[in-house]
């Protein structure tokens, strides 16, 4: 059966059409959701995509966290349900709090827009199962916030449960221990800066993300 | 019920990174003020909260920072309350 997709959008949400014609170009079925209704419909994976959610006022993610339909995205993750958040989609489950730590101003305030080299350190993910640990990703990033922070006893946490799932091999943004993406304890919801839905094709430079959003399908 | 003026002060937690604060520390020796450090940048949010007394107003303010004005992973706040709504506050007055 064709997995559908549903991709998250919030007013400022700029990156969903391109999630969804990548989900559509590897096979799965995209389906828009809209933020202000309480329900993930008949999603069987979650995306939030990238852009500046409510403007990104006040602090990334901050507002969206309120969005009617996070309580839904919440239930559904609890439920075991494979959420993926990127680049805004990832501060937003910081923000809400299925992730942990947060994302600030990248250090020396630069916007970051480059394709970068990724090391996946799990496979042990919704967005992983296919790839292999270790493996080098080509994939762009695209953002001012990207700084991972958190605690040192949640770092730890992190280390110790194998939650670090995406490292930059040139750290670009000051990322603490170099993260690029995390998972939370169940493993069913990845958090990470990097834009996979623009690199599935050949034409777009690199088709790195494929096997990234392929695992979801 | 009484209003209340707060002034919300939200920075960096002790030990975070703090990039535009790092970026104005570098800035300052340029224009010849080699004398500055620590550095630190936050944010200053006022509102105007009608609750029965003091009390009832800084509980309030401070559950409003804990649920949205702050995130505490990375942030700390202060909160200051004055009586009596001052709409026009100095900083909105200026062009």
Same mark, same amino acid.
């Given at each position: 059966?064709?997995?559908?997709?549903?991709?998250?959008? @919030?007013?400022?949400?700029?990156?969903?059409? /391109?999630?969804?014609?990548?989900?559509?170009?590897?096979?799965?079925?995209?389906?828009?959701?809209?933020?202000?209704?309480?329900? =993930?419909? $008949?999603?069987?994976?979650?995306?939030?995509?990238?852009?500046?959610?409510?403007? /990104? &006022? +006040?602090?990334?993610?901050?507002?969206?966290? @309120?969005?009617?339909?996070?309580?839904?995205?919440?239930?559904?993750?609890?439920?075991?349900?494979?959420?993926?958040?990127?680049?805004?989609? @990832?501060?937003?489950?910081?923000?809400?709090?299925?992730?942990?730590?947060?994302?600030?101003?990248?250090?020396?305030?630069?916007?970051?827009?480059?394709? =970068?080299? +990724?090391?996946?350190?799990?496979?042990?993910?919704?967005?992983?199962?296919?790839?292999?640990?270790?493996?080098? +990703?080509?994939?762009?990033?695209?953002? @001012?916030?990207?700084?991972?922070?958190?605690?040192?006893?949640?770092?730890?946490?992190?280390?110790?449960?194998?939650?670090?799932?995406?490292? &930059?091999?040139?750290?670009?943004?000051?990322?603490?221990?170099?993260?690029?993406?995390?998972?939370?304890?169940?493993?069913?919801?990845?958090?990470?800066?990097?834009?996979?839905?623009?690199?599935?094709?050949?034409?777009?430079? $690199?088709?790195?993300?494929?096997?990234? +959003?392929?695992?979801?399908? | 019920?009484?209003?209340?003026?707060?002034?919300?002060?939200?920075?960096? *937690?002790?030990?975070?990174?703090?990039?535009?604060?790092?970026?104005?520390?570098?800035?300052?020796?340029?224009?010849?003020?080699?004398?500055?450090?620590?550095? *630190?940048?936050?944010?200053?949010?006022?509102?105007?909260?009608?609750?029965?007394?003091?009390?009832?107003? *800084?509980?309030?303010?401070?559950?409003?920072? *804990?649920?949205?004005?702050?995130?505490?992973?990375?942030?700390?706040?202060?909160?200051?309350?004055?009586?009596?709504?001052?709409?026009?506050?100095?900083?909105?007055?200026?062009?």
């Amino acid at each position: 059966m064709t997995t559908r997709v549903g991709v998250v959008t @919030f007013p400022g949400t700029n990156c969903e059409q /391109d999630v969804a014609w990548a989900v559509k170009v590897l096979g799965g079925e995209p389906q828009i959701l809209w933020h202000a209704d309480p329900t =993930v419909g $008949s999603a069987d994976v979650v995306v939030l995509a990238g852009g500046f959610a409510h403007g /990104d &006022y +006040l602090r990334t993610g901050a507002i969206a966290r @309120f969005s009617p339909v996070m309580d839904a995205v919440a239930e559904f993750a609890r439920a075991g349900g494979p959420v993926v958040g990127i680049c805004n989609g @990832f501060q937003i489950l910081c923000e809400a709090g299925l992730l942990s730590g947060a994302l600030q101003k990248n250090a020396g305030l630069k916007f970051r827009c480059q394709t =970068v080299d +990724l090391r996946v350190e799990t496979t042990s993910t919704v967005l992983t199962r296919r790839a292999e640990t270790g493996q080098i +990703l080509r994939i762009p990033i695209n953002h @001012f916030e990207g700084n991972f922070v958190c605690d040192e006893g949640t770092l730890k946490g992190l280390r110790e449960n194998d939650q670090i799932v995406l490292r &930059y091999v040139e750290n670009p943004n000051g990322s603490l221990d170099d993260i690029a993406g995390i998972c939370n304890e169940g493993r069913n919801v990845v958090g990470l800066m990097p834009h996979p839905e623009r690199a599935t094709e050949a034409i777009l430079g $690199s088709a790195d993300g494929a096997v990234l +959003l392929r695992s979801l399908l | 019920m009484s209003s209340y003026e707060a002034r919300i002060e939200v920075g960096h *937690r002790p030990g975070i990174l703090d990039p535009q604060g790092g970026v104005i520390e570098r800035a300052l020796p340029a224009l010849g003020y080699g004398n500055v450090s620590h550095v *630190r940048v936050g944010k200053s949010i006022r509102l105007t909260v009608e609750a029965p007394d003091e009390a009832a107003a *800084r509980s309030e303010v401070e559950e409003m920072c *804990r649920k949205l004005l702050a995130n505490p992973v990375i942030e700390d706040f202060s909160i200051e309350l004055f009586p009596g709504d001052t709409p026009e506050t100095p900083g909105q007055e200026q062009v």
